[in-house]
């Protein structure tokens, strides 16, 4: 009779996902944590070195550094076909860049409204397929923001005067004092944005939904800074200014907004190398890691270590009879099943061959694990659903597509499908190369499928 974690991995596997969001939360957490806290770092430098912040051979170091960021991150983008990445730094660049030619300290208005605009096209640009940068929409999407710069421009050099007060939600008042006009509506903005982008990531597991979470975070949090920093003067003002400038905004506000330019950029080439070794040492399908990053884990393996190479019994023969998608989804049922193993790291190896690693195993250990993972993929039970479904990695639904369901002990049905797998396993002997190993291991599964299939045999 099955258990309550029976029923449990059965429910999971019925939704043919895996707990990727918990995987990629942990290795976006740090960079973004990390961007994050970087915004605050002027705040809590001490009041001498704020004159240093100021120094023009700082302002120009920053701007070599933004420049030669922003160059590769237009080649990276243009390499891997990045438009996100290059649409949202030109969105932030012409948004720091128009604060410090409109004189936003003066031109309130520039910020209320300039503020919301850049966070509203920051989240919607996240929004966006990454199609060619090269392309009619990325025609548009610049000529839109060329457009919005001419306007700040126009409406600068016209002495434009746009209401920025009015805006800022009275109940606001008690719990932050003297937020600068037109700060309301970017609150309640960015609470929309954040919700919506942390909704968005639950739904699509993946680097780049992570990263465009943490950007909208860095966003939000500049924005912040700035509104503060404009009309509220919280920067340290025992700074010695020169004869020329006479204003600590005046002083500061170039190299800040060069500084979360950096930030941003910064953040945004770490994404993209992330988000391209992410797909390059992962498969898609199953989300385990794939064939090139099993090559690195056997380039320097350990002394000793065990090797087992799995394959799904009769795979051609059941994709030939119930469709490819079908069969997509008994391969990610057995990627989700695979990377469950104790003491060993899963790969796919191609097609419906995996192989799963165990570092400084005895050969009985290691055969133990592995012998758990085959028997738990043949216990469940399936049934196939004439049902449409939303396919949760990234794909569209498909009219009349049959879908594959996890049975329990308490349900019955006339056509149950079984999974089953066949294993071989080999042990480094003295001085072999992996190589040799793995083959001992594919050998090894050739004997467990002629011997009747569903086996693990050892080599």
Known sequence: MWTSKDRSEARHLNTLTRPAWTRILRSSLLPGLIALAATFVPWVLPVPFMAHFAHPS???????????????LIGISFR???????????????????????????????????GPAVLVATAAIAFLPDRRIASISSMIMLIALVGIGLFLVFSLNIKARIPAGGTTASFLNPILPGLWPGSGLFLSLACVVAIVTVLNFFLH????????????????????????????????????????????????????????????????????????YHLAYHDQLTGLPGRRAMEEALAHPGKTYCIAMGDVDKFKS???????????????????????????????????????LFPGLA?????????????????????????????????????????????????????????????????????????????????????????GRDRLVTG
Not at 58 to 72: E, I, K, N, R, Y
Not at 93 to 113: C, E, Q, R, S, Y
């Open 58 to 72: 700082f302002v120009a170091t920053l701007q070599g550094l933004v420049a030669l960021l922003f160059l590769l």
């Open 80 to 114: 891997f076909n990045r438009r996100k990445a290059l649409f949202q730094t030109l969105v932030l660049v012409l948004f720091w860049l128009g604060m410090i030619a409109g004189d936003a300290a003066h031109h309130a208005w520039l910020l209320a409204w300039a």
């Open 205 to 276: 597991p993946d680097q780049i939904h992570a990263m465009s979470f943490w950007l909208c975070c860095l966003v939000i949090l500049s924005v912040f800074q700035a509104g503060f920093f404009l009309h509220r003067q919280s920067f340290p003002t025992g700074l010695a200014l020169s004869k020329t400038r006479t204003s600590v905004h005046e002083v500061l506000a170039l190299p800040l907004a060069l500084y979360f330019l950096f930030v941003f950029i910064a953040f945004h080439v770490y994404s993209l190398l992330e988000i391209s």
């Open 318 to 356: 059941f994709n030939d009879k119930y469709g490819h998608d079908v069969g997509d989804q008994v391969l990610r049922v057995v990627g989700v099943t695979l990377a469950a193993v104790k003491q060993g790291k899963a790969y796919r190896y191609g097609g419906e061959e995996f192989v799963i």
């Open 363 to 451: 050969p009985g250990v290691a055969a133990l694990y592995a012998e758990e993972v085959r028997v738990a993929l043949g216990n469940y039970r399936f049934v196939l659903r004439d049902k449409k479904r939303i396919w949760p990695f990234g794909g569209k639904k498909k009219r009349g597509a049959k879908s594959l369901q996890v049975l329990t002990k308490k349900q019955s049905s006339r056509s149950v499908i079984r999974v089953t797998m066949s294993i071989g396993l080999a042990t480094r002997r003295e001085r072999e190369e992996s190589a040799t190993v793995l083959k001992r291991a594919d050998q090894a599964l050739y004997q467990a499928k002629g011997a």
